[in-house]
C-alpha cells in the first residue's frame, strides 16, 4: 500500500493542532495533502499547512482551476487513506447523511480509500444523542474513529472531547500501512542509554534518546513481528504494541537480554551501553572534600557479543556510533563481535545520530556496504527492516 494520506481540517479549535499532524504523518513516509473546510480556516492558516505539506491545500469545489489540476474525484482516486482530524460535529453529520456541499464531504462520498474520523468538539456536544448515533453509523459504515480525550476544553469545560494527541493519530493512522515481511518473527531490540551508578545521587550516562531504537520497534511491529524491547534511559514514547522490559544499567540490560534471547530470530542492538561502570557504587553521596576525585572503572559484559557466541544465536544486528574513521571502526567491530551486520552512524555530525530526528547509516554486511542516505529516523529504520528482512529472512 502506498502512503497518500488526505488529511481533511475542519471547523475546531484543534484544528490548530493540524500542522503537527501533517508532520506526524509524513514522519511515517507519507505524503500529504490538505482539505481546509471552511470553518477550519477560521482556526488555521492555509499558509502553514501549505507550507508544512509542501503542497498546495485544497478548499473549495468550485475553483475551476483548481479542478483542472487535481479535482474532487482525483483527488478521491489519488488517496489511500483519508483522515478528517479535527472532524467537527457539523462535519461529522454531513457525513452521516452523505452530504456533498464542500470538497472534503464530497471527496469522502467518491473515494474509496480507507477513512478516519477524530472528532473534536465540546464535551456536551460529544455527549449528545445525536453524536453517539452519528459516530455508531459512520463506524457501521466501515469508518474508523480515533476517540477523543478527556481533559480541559478551550472553552473551560472538562470532559471527552479533546482531538486525540496527533501522534495517536499517526499511530492508528499507520495500523493502516502494516505489512507481513516478517510476519511469524520474533525480534528483540535494545533501546536507549544506561545508566551507571556512581551513588545515590550521580550517575554515568550517555546522549542516547532512545529515537533510533524505538523507530526501529515501530518498523518491525509494521512488518508483523512478535517485537519484544529492552529499554534503558529514553526521551522518547514507548511503542504500546510491543512487550516491553525497563532496564536502568548494563548489567541490567545484560540480564534481560539473555533472559529473553532464546526463541528470537533477530536481535538488533540499538542500545548505547556504557562500556564501563564504577567499580563501587558508594552507598552515600561522595562529598566534595578534596580537589580531585577519582572513580574507578570496571569494563561491563558485551551484551551483543555475548548474543552472537549464543549456540542458537538469532541474526545479530549491532550499531556502531562513530566519530572517526568510521567504516573501518565499523568492520572491525563487525569481526570483533562476530555478528551479521553492523549499522553504522557518524554520531560526530549533530544533523543526524543521538537526539536529532534524522539519520543517515551505512550497512555494512560481510558481503558488503549499502548506505541508506539522510531521512527522518523512522523512514530509516523502514529500510533498515527492510534490508534485513531482504539478507537475512
Ligand atoms: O563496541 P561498541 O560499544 O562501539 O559497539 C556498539 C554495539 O555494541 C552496539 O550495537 C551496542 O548496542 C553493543 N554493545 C553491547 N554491550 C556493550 C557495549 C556495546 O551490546 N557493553
Not at 558488503?368 to 534490508?387: F, M, R
Request: glycine share 6%; net charge neutral; proline share 2%.
Amino acid at each position: 500500500m502506498n502512503k497518500r494520506i488526505i488529511l481533511g481540517v475542519s471547523g475546531s479549535i484543534a484544528a490548530y493542532k493540524s500542522p503537527d499532524i501533517v508532520r506526524r504523518l509524513q514522519d511515517l513516509g507519507a505524503e500529504v495533502r490538505v482539505i481546509l473546510t471552511g470553518g477550519g480556516r477560521e482556526f488555521v492558516s492555509e499558509r502553514s499547512l501549505q507550507t508544512v505539506s509542501k503542497n498546495k491545500v485544497h478548499d473549495n469545489l468550485w475553483d475551476s482551476e483548481a479542478e483542472l489540476s487535481m479535482g474532487h474525484i482525483e483527488l478521491a482516486k489519488w488517496a489511500d487513506v483519508v483522515i478528517i482530524a479535527p472532524a467537527s460535529a457539523n462535519t461529522i453529520a454531513k457525513l452521516c447523511h452523505g452530504k456533498a456541499d464542500d470538497l472534503l464531504s464530497t471527496v469522502i462520498l467518491a473515494t474509496s480509500a480507507s477513512v478516519m474520523v477524530a472528532p473534536s468538539m465540546n464535551q456536551q456536544m460529544y455527549a449528545s444523542l445525536a453524536m453517539k448515533d452519528n459516530l455508531e453509523l459512520l463506524q457501521k459504515r466501515g469508518v474508523r474513529i480515533i476517540d477523543p480525550g478527556f481533559g480541559e476544553q478551550a472553552c473551560g469545560d472538562v470532559g471527552e472531547g479533546r482531538l486525540a494527541e496527533p501522534s495517536e493519530i499517526a499511530r492508528q493512522a499507520s495500523e493502516l500501512f502494516q505489512n507481513n515481511a516478517l510476519g511469524g518473527k520474533r525480534v528483540l531490540i535494545t533501546i536507549g542509554g544506561t545508566v551507571e551508578a556512581i551513588d545515590p545521587v550521580r550517575f554515568l550516562s550517555n546522549h542516547s534518546s532512545g529515537k533510533m531504537g524505538m523507530a526501529l520497534a515501530y518498523a518491525s511491529i509494521q512488518a508483523g513481528a512478535e517485537t519484544t524491547l529492552v529499554i534503558g534511559s529514553i526521551s522518547v514514547d514507548v511503542e504500546k504494541r510491543a512487550k516491553t522490559i525497563f532496564v536502568t544499567s548494563a548489567n541490567e540490560m545484560h540480564e534481560a537480554v539473555m533472559a529473553n534471547i532464546h526463541d528470537q530470530d533477530l536481535f538488533i542492538s540499538c542500545a548505547a551501553v556504557a562500556d564501563y561502570r564504577p567499580t563501587k557504587v558508594s552507598p552515600n553521596k561522595i562529598k566534595k572534600d578534596s580537589d580531585k576525585q577519582t572513580i574507578e572503572l570496571v569494563a561491563n559484559k558485551d551484551i551483543l557479543s555475548d548474543v552472537c557466541q549464543l549456540k542458537d544465536k538469532p541474526i545479530c544486528i549491532g550499531f556502531a556510533a562513530e566519530t572517526e574513521n568510521y567504516i573501518n571502526n565499523a568492520n572491525q567491530k563487525l569481526k570483533n563481535k562476530q555478528c551479521d551486520a553492523i549499522i553504522l552512524n557518524d554520531v560526530s555530525n549533530s544533523a543526524i545520530g543521538f537526539k536529532s530526528d534524522d539519520n543517515e547509516v551505512y550497512f555494512i554486511a560481510r558481503d558488503g556496504t549499502d548506505k541508506i542516505n539522510k531521512n527522518s529516523k523512522q523512514i530509516v529504520a523502514e529500510k533498515i527492516i527492510k534490508k534485513i528482512t531482504k539478507e537475512f529472512f
